[in-house]
């Protein structure tokens, strides 16, 4: 018997770090659910496809305007100082604005099809979801509280879908943006960037931490949600029986509760979010500090111009403003795992590409006949009075 992967011995020192990243990410970013969906993935392949490939494009080059602004302000003081031109100045902007149009021109794309790729699936959730609770038997459907279904078929499909979007989006908006941008900050200074990115790393083990913290409390929420909407549906469905014998007021005071405890989760879960955001965002600016102190005596000294020094700051900058949106991925993803494991149970079989039915449309030789002599439904004899 084969032994396991991860149980065999390390044969090298590659094998070994492939296989401690692989534990990581099994760990805390709760991968398995994610390839459980490939084949909802597959069934927009040719979008996911061409948006990954517009935002590789837009988050490589999301790097060149920061440095055509640091020219051009180059090519200002130049002139300020009686050595550069105005040919120079005007190529620097024009350089300045082709940036620009190139990171926004591919945002646009990348948006466009990577936004309508994940919509598709959460549409074909929703709809495999529906289409496995309608194959039921009768027996189990009468058991099982509607407005449960509703909660998971509503609630836990748009939880799911946040963190497909975020597997499939912000990989690239977040991870691949970040890296781009140290890795040109790393061409400038190496040890000033090391400087202001020591506070960084600080803030993945405070998100990896707290994962667990949002997973139970999304949970809870998505239960809660659960049952006051079950809740809901019954007493709409025999609000006339309790007038009848008389206990409106309970019903109402059930549901009260039901509604105060739903809330109170929520909150939670918000309340959550919105302390961890601002806590990683400090952790994450306080770069700036090292960047104006070590890089303004670089200036002062002649190491980097001005211009550097400003398109280093935008950069670091730029990292800054996504750079907490990693932690936030991680906690994203996993919440999304507890929206799976709560609507697997109601998910029909995925539809292949080849095989969905949905897809085809009749073809006008398969049309009936309008004038074959169809079978018409027998109608009673006419009696007459």
Do not use: C
């Given at each position: 018997m084969t032994p396991s992967l991860f149980l065999a011995p390390p044969r090298d020192g590659a094998h070994s770090a492939s296989v401690a990243w692989r534990l990581l990410l099994r760990s805390f970013v709760n991968l398995p659910y994610l390839w459980e969906l490939r084949p909802y993935l597959r069934q927009v392949g040719g979008l996911l496809a061409i948006g990954s490939l517009m935002a590789i494009i837009m988050n490589t080059a999301i790097v060149l305007p920061a440095l055509a602004l640091g020219r051009a302000i180059d090519a200002v003081l130049a002139i300020e100082r009686g050595e550069g031109d105005a040919a120079t100045a005007g190529w620097a902007a024009l350089s300045l604005i082709g940036a620009a149009a190139i990171v926004e021109l591919s945002r646009v794309f990348k948006r466009y099809w990577l936004i309508t790729a994940n919509q598709r699936v959460r549409a074909n959730l929703r709809a495999d979801a529906l289409r496995g609770v309608l194959a039921w038997p009768a027996e189990r459907l009468h058991q099982t509280p509607f407005g449960d279904l509703m909660a998971r078929i509503d609630g836990d499909v748009e939880t799911l879908g946040l963190g497909v979007r975020e597997a499939t989006t912000e990989i690239w908006d977040t991870v691949l943006f970040s890296v781009s941008l140290v890795v040109v900050m790393l061409t400038f200074d190496v040890g000033l960037t090391v400087l202001a990115m020591l506070p960084v790393p600080a803030a993945m083990p405070l998100a990896l931490a707290t994962g667990r913290w949002v997973r139970e409390r999304i949970s809870a929420a998505r239960a809660a949600a659960a049952r006051a909407t079950a809740a809901l549906q019954e007493l709409l469905a025999g609000v006339r029986v309790l007038r009848l014998f008389g206990h409106e007021a309970t019903a109402t005071r059930r549901y009260a509760t039901l509604s105060e405890d739903q809330a109170e989760t929520m909150l939670a879960t918000q309340r959550l979010r919105s302390?961890?955001?601002?806590?990683?965002?400090?952790?994450?600016?306080?770069?700036?500090?090292?960047?104006?102190?070590?890089?303004?005596?670089?200036?002062?000294?002649?190491?980097?111009?001005?211009?550097?020094?400003?398109?280093?700051?935008?950069?670091?900058?730029?990292?800054v403003k996504r750079g907490f949106r990693v932690p936030q991925l991680i906690n994203s993803v996993q919440a999304g795992g507890v929206?799976?494991?709560?609507?697997?149970?109601?998910?029909?079989?995925?539809?292949?590409?080849?095989?969905?039915?949905?897809?085809?449309?009749?073809?006008?030789?398969?049309?009936?006949?309008?004038s074959s002599n169809r079978p018409r439904p027998s109608r009673p004899d006419r009696v007459d009075p």
């Open positions: 302390t961890l955001a601002p806590t990683y965002t400090v952790m994450m600016v306080a770069g700036v500090t090292f960047i104006l102190w070590f890089g303004g005596e670089n200036v002062i000294a002649g190491l980097m111009t001005a211009g550097q020094l400003v398109a280093f700051l935008e950069l670091y900058l730029q990292v929206a799976y494991r709560r609507l697997k149970p109601l998910l029909a079989p995925a539809l292949s590409v080849e095989g969905n039915h949905h897809a085809r449309r009749s073809s006008p030789a398969t049309w009936p006949d309008s």
